[in-house]
C-alpha cells in the first residue's frame, strides 16, 4: 500500500531555510518520479519540483523557486527531500508529496500524495 508521509513544515522568516522529508512506505520511491506540489490560500495547487525515477534523476523546477530550492531522494531511506533556502513570503502554503509514473512535473500526472504539510513564511 502506497503511502507518503511529509514533514518538516513550520513557520520560517522571509530569507531562512526550511527542509521538506517525504518518507515513502509500500513502494520504492527511487522507481518512481516523485514530486513536490503546493497550494497558497486561494491559488491552484502547483508544481514546486520534481525528480525523476531514472538513475540520471532528471530535476525540474518552477521558476519562481529555482536557486532557491534543491529536491534530492536517498534510496537507502526511500525519501525525498525539499531544500528550501531564502523563503520567500510568496512560498507560503500546504505543501504536498507526491509519486507518479508520468515524467512531466504537473499534478495531473501524480497519482499517490501524501497529506500535505504547512508551511508559513512570515516576519
Known amino acids: 500500500q502506497f503511502k507518503l508521509v511529509e514533514s518538516g513544515g513550520g513557520l520560517v522568516q522571509p530569507g531562512g531555510s526550511l527542509r521538506l522529508s517525504c518518507a515513502a512506505s509500500?513502494?520504492?520511491?527511487?522507481?518512481?518520479?516523485m514530486g513536490w506540489f503546493r497550494q497558497a490560500p486561494g491559488k491552484e495547487l502547483e508544481a514546486v519540483s520534481c525528480i525523476s525515477g531514472t538513475e540520471s534523476a532528471t530535476t525540474y523546477y518552477t521558476d519562481s523557486v529555482k536557486g532557491r530550492f534543491t529536491i534530492s531522494r536517498d534510496n537507502a531511506k526511500n525519501t525525498v527531500d525539499l531544500h528550501m533556502n531564502n523563503v520567500k513570503f510568496e512560498d507560503t502554503g500546504t505543501y504536498y508529496c507526491?509519486?507518479?509514473?508520468?515524467?512531466?512535473?504537473?499534478?495531473?500526472?501524480?497519482?499517490?500524495w501524501g497529506q500535505g504539510t504547512q508551511v508559513t513564511v512570515s516576519s
Open positions: 509500500g513502494f520504492t520511491a527511487g522507481l518512481y518520479n
Open positions: 507526491a509519486a507518479g509514473l508520468i515524467a512531466i512535473c504537473r499534478p495531473s500526472n501524480y497519482d499517490d
